[in-house]
């Protein structure tokens, strides 16, 4: 029978060749058996095959025949029908174990999942991926700045734990970024409040919907349903980046902000290893030698924009960044000149005819309070006098019984004519 008359692998077609230069005295049995991996003895094994049945002999004497461990026909049939009529929404790992747990049938869970393919009872339903769009890099520097906070050991248990608040330009990967003991709203205001006066006002961040970045707020009333529909709920960083004319922009996903996500994969390589070398082990330290670090990593990572024009805009002299990264809160003007903020009351010391005052905490800790049109008003801290304690009732937990002669018996029996009273 000719090769091509059978169904072979290319295995089995690469042992054949090398094979028949043997049989044909053209390769010892010793070099065919270095060229396919074989030792001497199988090399002359196959050599008989081939001599005695031609092509045929190299296959395989199993093949087409049923493994001697099969498990028999009849309980295929069974484990079929039982998974019909009981587990039809099953997968094949639960349905083994209640095969097992019920009827005693004991089989693989991949056997099981081949059979019910075979007979079209079980197929595996796969959730639909996310389709996702690739995004170009921004043209222009300063046109989107990606912004995160990453939680790791950075000083590998030498100091404390630290976030780092990363910056990263979309369009030329040049980053920027300071350690923080948190990932909080002043610590986010504090980075994007350094990187504009390095670099200027960014057009717009991309940030991701963490609680300092996104106002996590729900609307109760129907009034506040409105003001959120019309942006009026938002977080104190959002608040402070509109005002300065950023455009926020949350991502709906870790991989929709990519680049930031990378880049803090390649500081915890990279970054780690160089403040081990330099024997960082602060706060203030770290923060001292990002200084140096940027420029270097910029130099090194850095990519040119797609167009050369810079679309940060300059930090002019009317805006004041310390009026601008605070956090505000509204409060009520009472109608002696006061207000509560946090527990505490406080004297508003100078005139005003507004109705209410708006309460700034510096990222510097002072407090401020100004009137809407950022007047700022002197005021006092009220000690109020301490409420008056009130003591609880203690009810004892096993209280006394009076005697049988106590005068409170004698009485209530009288009343209750058993006895006359004395």
């Known amino acids: 029978m000719k090769a091509e008359d059978i169904t072979m692998s290319q295995r089995e077609l690469q042992r054949l060749s090398v094979i028949r230069h043997v ?123 990606q912004m995160d906070g990453s939680h790791h050991d950075w000083l590998e248990g030498r100091g404390p734990k630290l976030v780092l608040m990363g910056y990263i330009d979309d369009a030329t990967g040049k980053a920027f970024g300071r350690f923080s003991d948190y990932e909080g709203t002043f610590p986010a205001m504090d980075g994007l409040a350094r990187y504009i006066r390095q670099y200027g006002i960014p057009q717009s961040v991309y940030l991701d919907k963490h609680s300092t970045y996104k106002s996590s707020k729900k609307p109760q009333t129907a009034w506040e349903q409105e003001e959120w529909e019309n942006g009026r709920y938002q977080s104190q960083f959002e608040r402070a980046s509109r005002e300065l004319g950023v455009r926020v922009i949350h991502a709906h996903s870790p991989q929709a902000k990519g680049r930031v996500e990378r880049f803090f994969l390649t500081q915890q390589d990279r970054l780690v290893k160089e403040m081990r070398l330099a024997g960082i082990s602060t706060k203030d330290q770290a923060n001292a030698f990002l200084a140096g670090y940027w420029r270097k990593h910029n130099l090194r990572f850095s990519v040119p924009a797609a167009d050369s024009a810079d679309l940060h805009r300059p930090l002019s002299g009317e805006v004041n960044l310390e009026s601008v990264f605070c956090i505000k809160t509204a409060r009520r003007l009472c109608n002696d000149m006061t207000i509560q903020f946090q527990g505490e009351r406080y004297q508003i010391l100078d005139p005003t005819t507004a109705r209410t005052v708006q309460v700034r905490q510096t990222m510097t800790g002072k407090l401020l309070i100004t009137t809407t049109s950022s007047k700022i008003l002197r005021y006092k801290l009220i000690r109020l006098a301490s409420a008056p304690r009130i003591v609880p009732h203690l009810r004892l937990q096993n209280p006394p019984i009076p005697a049988p002669d106590h005068p409170w018996r004698r009485f209530t029996l009288s009343h209750q004519g058993c006895i006359s009273p004395r």
């Open 23 to 145: 049989v044909e005295k053209r390769l010892t049995q010793k070099k065919a058996g270095e060229a396919l991996g074989l030792s001497t003895r199988q090399v002359r094994r196959m050599q008989r095959r081939v001599e005695r049945e031609g092509d045929r002999g190299i296959i395989h004497r199993l093949r087409g025949k049923a493994s001697a461990c099969r498990i028999q026909e009849r309980t295929r049939e069974r484990v079929i029908r039982l998974y019909r009529e009981r587990y039809g929404d099953f997968g094949p790992t639960l349905a083994c174990e209640k095969l097992q747990e019920e009827y005693g049938i004991q089989i693989s869970r991949e056997s099981l999942r081949q059979w019910l393919i075979e007979d079209g009872a079980w197929s595996r339903k796969r959730n639909g991926r996310a389709h996702r769009q690739f995004r170009e890099r921004k043209s222009c520097f300063g046109e989107m700045l």
